[in-house]
């Protein structure tokens, strides 16, 4: 018994681009491409990605903003409020402001001698003195220096450690987390039970240790938290790497002849990208938050350099007098977080294949 | 189809423990493949057609599956103690496979170029540009049109007739001497699969392949493969040249396989034969036919021993104690 068999349909002698008129053809659409689109759609997150975006630009760019150098002091210009008129009257107006409610306090109706005088050399000074021509849009803080200077160069630090924190923690936490993903039993166990170990460990008396003993600079700063910052991201790839090793695909790229390694970083690793993506764009804020709080409690980096975290820390001390020293690396630091958290929502969004096509 | 046996499997067994035993889903295979061959492998699922296949590439997922004993010769080197470096490169090189769902065995995310780039650089030692020329062309050959523009492309571009079509063309690009095809057309419509099945008889007659296809369908054994086995229960009952087979199955399990297809040129009474009851658990499983509760023809002894394998000549044998008697 013989079953019929089945050639290919073939219509009269037509040519194969003939036949194939209608056929479907779609230009290659990357993921990637696939997600800007999406992202693009997305309002709050776009903004997130400008704000972003800015930041970034400006605070590499600040050594050669025209504007002063984060550490140039001016004693006589110590606590000017934001204003975009020239030092010298900003100082003047403070200073009378000032003589005013001692006036009045005095119950006197006009300066006595000594303020006179002391009014008459101060104009004296800005009419001759150049560096009273200086502009401080965002005010100065204790030791006169420009706040706006001292915000950038402090978003560098910020962000640079927002950064490294996060690529430290994306490499090694691919790394480890593929790894024990894959390998399973012994290698996973030993992995995973090293990341429990590092997880018990409190975090802050770690890093706390770290300055102590091997001093406080910005090295050791990244380094510490560099240290702790792999942890979750290794789990989270591990997890991707056990659902996805057991994939069709993989198998079939093993029938293919292809190595371990080569599974586990070509076939694998970008199957998590989209998760470790958004993972990673969510870990920036938090970094730069445990810079800040370790700034905060005066473990982070040492004066005359500025983060965003001892820039609050500095302005916290002078709130009620000064409230600009506070506000405004506050709001500079609290607007970028706000920007990073809408970016990675969004890119969660936009790396999502369930979401395609919609809306 | 020459004489020369390039594939022997002999008395392979592949185990899985499990937390309720001892799953014997491979229990003493042998069969041998010629080159230029098309052998099939039927039976029902979890008859162990595929572990089989798994078994022979050495990709048996370990634990909890294990090779426990028989050998695997490809030529004169055993598949199974091959140190996995030398076997990489047999696998997608002179072994290659294809699988049941083309949905899910290409890398989504990576291009179809990448894919089939990657094999055709790790084993033939191509470059990028020589080796995307040689991808463009094997896409050719598998009927994909405009393959200079789809190559780029990516999996979920392709409707699931072409990504099996990429898969073949991806699996015969080194130009393996056997080719594994574990269901192909299962996962695909009804009109795609014999293009498909098409396809590759007429690749690998033309680039002198030996086939291994694995299927629960009948109808397509019969119209591609020259030799078969019958699986049941982690063993072959039967086994023979495909004509030989189909014109006189001497297993009763053959018998009611071939007895449940719908043929058009016997009449019938309406209602289409079936074997009764369900395929065993082969977990634990005694010393005995695995069959005898299904089987109309079973005797005591079935129940005691499991039947000697009985030749017939040409090749074609079975394992059933309506050809031997007990000793």
Redo the contacts between chains.
């Keep these: 018994m013989k079953f019929p068999k089945v050639r290919n349909l073939r219509i009269g002698g037509k040519a194969d681009a003939e036949l194939n008129e209608f056929a479907q053809s779609m230009k290659p659409v990357s993921l990637w491409a696939d997600a800007w689109k999406r992202l693009r759609k997305n309002k709050m997150a776009l903004g997130g990605l400008y704000i972003v975006a800015f930041y970034v630009v400006a605070c590499l760019a600040a050594p050669i903003l025209p504007i002063y150098h984060y550490e140039d002091q001016v004693i006589a210009h110590a606590n000017l409020p934001p204003s975009l008129r020239p030092a010298g009257e900003v100082m003047l107006d403070t200073r009378m402001a000032y003589m005013g409610k001692v006036m009045k306090a005095e119950a006197r109706t006009s300066f006595n001698a000594k303020e006179q005088a002391e009014i008459q050399a101060m104009k004296a000074d800005v009419a001759i003195n150049p560096q009273h021509k200086r502009v401080y849009v965002l005010g100065t803080d204790n030791l006169g220096r420009d706040l706006l200077s001292r915000t950038l160069y402090g978003g560098r630090i910020s962000i640079m450690i927002g950064l490294v924190g996060t690529i430290t923690a994306t490499l090694v936490g691919i790394l480890l987390g593929s790894i024990a993903g894959y390998a399973g039993g012994r290698v996973d166990n030993f992995i995973m039970r090293f990341v429990d170990i590092l997880y018990g460990l409190p975090y802050m008396l770690v890093v706390i240790i770290m300055m102590a003993v091997f001093g406080k600079n910005v090295i050791n700063l990244f380094v510490a938290i560099a240290l702790v910052s792999w942890l979750t991201l290794a789990r989270v790839v591990r997890g991707q790497v056990m659902s996805l090793k057991n994939a069709e695909f993989v198998e079939a790229a093993r029938s293919m002849g292809a190595s371990p390694a080569r599974i586990v970083f070509r076939h694998l690793t970008p199957n998590t990208l989209g998760v470790i993506v958004v993972f990673a764009t969510l870990l920036v804020p938090d970094f730069i938050m445990s810079e800040s709080f370790l700034s905060f409690l005066g473990l982070g980096v040492s004066a005359p350099l500025a983060s965003w975290g001892s820039l609050v820390s500095e302005g916290t001390a002078t709130m009620e007098l000064y409230p600009w020293q506070l506000l405004v690396p506050a709001i500079s630091m609290t607007l970028f977080l706000f920007a990073m958290n809408f970016l990675g929502d969004g890119l969660r969004d936009a790396l999502d294949p369930q979401s395609k096509n919609r809306a | 189809m020459t004489d020369e046996v390039i594939l022997r499997v002999r008395d392979l067994r592949t185990y899985f423990n499990t937390d309720e035993g001892v799953v014997k889903a491979v229990d003493g295979v042998s069969f041998e493949l010629r080159k230029g061959e098309t052998l099939g492998i039927v039976g029902e699922s979890g008859s162990g057609k595929s572990v089989t296949n798994l078994s022979i590439?050495n990709?048996i997922?370990n634990p909890p599956g294990k090779i426990v004993g028989g050998e695997v010769l490809f030529g004169e080197r055993d598949l199974l103690k091959m140190p996995p470096?030398e076997i990489?490169?047999?696998?997608?090189?002179k072994i290659?496979?294809i699988?049941?769902?083309p949905m899910?065995?290409?890398?989504?995310?990576?291009?179809i170029s990448t894919q089939m780039m990657?094999?055709i650089m790790?084993?033939q030692g191509l470059g990028k540009k020589d080796a995307k020329a040689k991808a463009i062309e094997m896409l050719a050959l598998a009927g994909i049109?405009?393959p200079e523009?789809?190559i780029?492309?990516?999996p979920h571009?392709f409707s699931g007739g072409m990504r099996q079509r990429v898969?073949i063309a991806?699996?015969l690009s080194c130009n393996p001497e056997i080719l594994i095809a574990d269901e192909p057309t299962s996962a695909l419509d009804v009109t795609i699969q014999?293009?498909i099945l098409?396809l590759m008889k007429d690749l690998t007659a033309r680039l002198g392949t030996a086939v291994i296809l694995i299927t629960h369908s009948l109808?397509v054994v019969?119209?591609t493969c020259d030799t078969l086995c019958v699986m049941y229960a982690g063993r072959v009952v039967e086994r023979g040249a495909t004509e030989d087979v189909?014109?006189a199955p001497k297993h009763p399990y053959t018998r009611g396989l071939i007895k449940s297809v719908p043929?058009l040129?016997i009449a019938s009474d309406g209602r289409l034969s079936s074997i009764q009851g369900q395929p065993p658990n082969v977990i634990d499983l005694p010393e005995c036919c695995p069959f005898y509760p299904r089987c109309d023809q079973a005797k005591d002894i079935c129940k005691k021993k499991y039947p000697e394998r009985s030749d017939f000549g040409n090749g074609h044998s079975a394992a059933c104690w309506l050809y031997s008697e007990a000793k």
């Excluded at chain 2, 990489?88 to 090189?93: A, C, K, Q, T």
């Excluded at chain 2, 899910?104 to 291009?111: A, H």
Aim: hydrophobic content about 35%; overall charge positive; proline content about 6%.
């Design positions: 590439m990709m997922p470096r990489r490169e047999i696998r997608g090189n290659s496979m699988f049941q769902d899910t065995s290409l890398n989504p995310f990576l291009r990657e094999t790790l084993h049109p405009a523009k789809r780029d492309a990516y571009q898969m991806m699996s014999a293009q098409d109808g019969a119209g189909f014109a043929r040129d």
